[in-house]
C-alpha cells in the first residue's frame, strides 16, 4: 500500500505543480545586495554571475504608488455591457480580446498567500465597427466549486497549502496528508488547439471554454491522451496550424522533458487532444533536481527548451503537504549552475549532441527564434536571477510607501537578449574562437569541446531601457514573422511591480518607442495585423490599462503599432485585477 501510494502520489504532485503552477511571468526577484542611500543618491546593486560580480549603476525608485486595488476580488460581468469610446477605434478591428488572470484571492475567512493562487477570472472585450462590450465569468473550475461550496480554500495553490478540513474526522484528515489533487485553476492563458479555445495553467488539467460568452465547457486531462503531468501556458503554432508544448513526467523512467505535438484538425466534434504525441523527451542533468520552465523557444526546424537554473526539490516538493508548506517551498534559484539550450529537429524529434550552455539566467518568455546563415537566433527576456519569488506574495503587493518601494528595489530587472547557437558544429569545428559570423550580431559563440558550445549574448536594447524598469511579456506579430526574421517586439516595462508602459523595440537601432501615463498600469500588449498590412508594424496594440488611483477606471487601449500613438480608448465601468496574457480572437 506505501508503494503504491509512494508512485501514484509522486505522480499527482508532481503532475499538479511540478510543471509550472501558473508562474506567469520573469517577475522573480534576485538576491541581490542593494545600498541604503541618501535622497536623490544611486543605489549600487550588484548582480552575481558565474563567481563574477556585475555592478551597475541604478536610481533607487522611492514613492511607489499603491497598487492594491490591482489585486483584489472583484465580482464578475456575465452579460456584455456597453463601453464609452474616446478616440477612433479602428472600424477593421473585428473580433474579440480574450485575457486571463486571478480575480478572486479569498474564500470565506480563508485567503491565498500569493498573486498566482487566485481564481482564473476570464475577461472579453469584442470590438466591432468601432464599438466596444466587455464581459468577464470567473472559470468554473473544480476548484472554484470546491471553495465556494464551502467557503473556505479546499484545494492547495502554488503558494498557498489548504488546511485539512475541520469537518473530516481525524483519520480522515491524517489520511488526506498523503494526497494532493493538481488544481485546475487555469489562470495563465488563453491557448488553442486543433482551433478550440481554452485556458491553461501548467498542471495537466486545461478547460475548453466559449470565446463567445466565456462559458466552462469541458475540462480535459492531458495524462488521458498521453504519458506528461501537464503543458505550459505558452503553446507554438506551425503555419498549418499544429501546435507544439513541453511537459513533465515523472513515471518508471524518472523524470523527463517532453516535447508534446498535437495535429491541426479534429477527427469528430468530440475531438480534445486526440493524435497528441510526446515526439522527444529529455533527460534532465539531474532528476531528483530538474528545472523549472515557464515556456520554451521554436524556430522553423528546431524546437529549443531551456534547462535553467530555477530548479525543483523533487523530495521537498512530494513532502510539502506532510510539512506544512506550500508547493513554493520546494522551488530554489541555483546561481551555481549553467543554462543549457537543448535543440530538438522537429521533423525527426533527434536531440542534438552539441549542448548549447551560457551563464546562469532566468528565462519565463521567448520573444522569437529563427535560423538565418547557419545559426539560430534565440531571442529572450533574460534576468541574472531569479530567486524570492516570495516577493510576489499578496501581502507584498498591498504594501505602500517605503515598504513597497523596498520590494521593488530588491528586484532584478529583465531585459531582451539574443543568443546565436550555431548548427554546423561538427568534429572538425575550431576550438576557442568565436564561431558567430553573423554581421548583425555582437552575441558570441564558442566551441569549448568536442559536444559544448558556450554562448554569451547580446543586448537587444539600449541604455534608454534601463529607464523603464527593463521589458517583460514580449509579443510579435505572431502570425507573420514568428519563426522567422523579424524587426520589432513589444512589451510592457516594468518601473514598478507590474508593468506600467507600453514600449515597441525597433532592433534595427534598438531604438524605444513609448506609450506611458504616470499611475496608469497597462497589461501585456496584443498586436493585431491590419487586412490591407504590408510591413511588419502595420497593425495595432491592444492592452488593458488600469488605474488603482481610480474607481472603476479601466479602458481598452488601441494604439498605432508603428508610432505607439493613442487612437482610442473604451472605458469600462467596473474594477478589473491585473492580469497574466491573453489573445486575439479574430471574427472570421
Sequence with gaps: MWGQWHTESHSAILSGYVIGAAAPCSLWSSRTQVSRPGAGAAATIAVMSLGKLERSVVTAVKGLEAIAPLVRSVEETPEPISTEVQGIIPPWINGKLLRNGPGKFEFGNTHYNHWFDGMAMLHQFKIEKGQVTYMSRFLRSDAYKKNSERDRIVMSEFGTLAMPDPCKNLYQRFISLFHMDPSDNANVNFVKYKRDYYVSTETNFMHRVSPENLETLEKVDWSKFIAVNGATAHPHYDHDGTTYNMGNSYGSKGFLYNIIRVPPEKTDATDTL?????????????????????????????????????????????????????????????????????????????????????????????????????????????????????????????????????????????????????????????????????????????????????????????????????????????????????????????????????????????????WYLKGFYPSEPVFVRSPDAVEEDDGVILSVVLTPSQDKGTFLLVLDAKTMEELGRASVPVNMPYGFHGVFNAAI
Excluded at 328 to 352: A, M, N, R
Aim: include cysteine.
Design 274 to 514: 486526440q493524435g497528441a504525441k510526446v515526439f522527444c523527451s529529455i533527460v534532465p542533468a539531474n532528476r531528483s533536481h530538474p528545472s523549472y520552465y515557464h515556456s520554451f523557444a521554436m524556430s522553423e526546424n528546431y524546437v529549443v527548451f531551456i534547462e535553467q537554473p530555477i530548479k525543483l526539490d523533487v523530495l521537498k516538493i512530494v513532502t510539502c503537504k506532510l510539512r506544512g508548506k506550500a508547493l513554493s517551498d520546494g522551488i530554489y534559484w541555483d546561481p551555481k549552475q549553467e543554462t543549457v539550450f537543448h535543440l530538438v529537429d522537429k521533423h525527426t524529434g533527434e536531440i542534438s549532441s552539441v549542448k548549447y550552455y551560457t551563464n546562469a539566467i532566468c528565462v519565463f518568455h521567448q520573444i522569437n527564434a529563427f535560423e538565418e546563415g547557419g545559426f539560430l537566433m534565440l531571442d529572450m527576456c533574460c534576468s541574472d536571477d531569479g530567486q524570492n519569488i516570495n516577493n510576489y506574495l499578496i501581502q507584498n503587493l498591498r504594501k505602500s510607501g517605503e515598504a513597497l518601494d523596498e520590494v521593488y528595489n530588491t528586484i532584478c530587472r529583465t531585459f531582451p537578449r539574443r543568443f546565436v547557437l550555431p548548427l554546423d558544429v561538427t568534429s572538425e569545428t575550431p576550438t576557442g574562437q568565436n564561431l558567430n559570423t553573423q554581421p548583425s550580431s555582437k552575441a558570441t559563440c564558442v566551441k569549448i569541446s568536442k559536444d559544448k558550445v558556450f554562448c554569451q549574448h547580446e543586448d537587444l536594447h539600449g541604455e534608454d531601457l534601463h529607464k523603464y524598469g527593463g521589458l517583460e511579456f514580449p509579443q510579435i506579430n505572431y502570425d507573420g514573422y514568428n519563426t522567422r526574421p523579424y524587426r520589432y517586439f513589444y512589451g510592457c516595462g516594468f518601473q514598478h511591480l507590474v508593468g506600467d508602459s507600453l514600449l515597441k523595440m525597433d532592433l534595427k537601432g534598438k531604438t524605444l518607442k513609448v
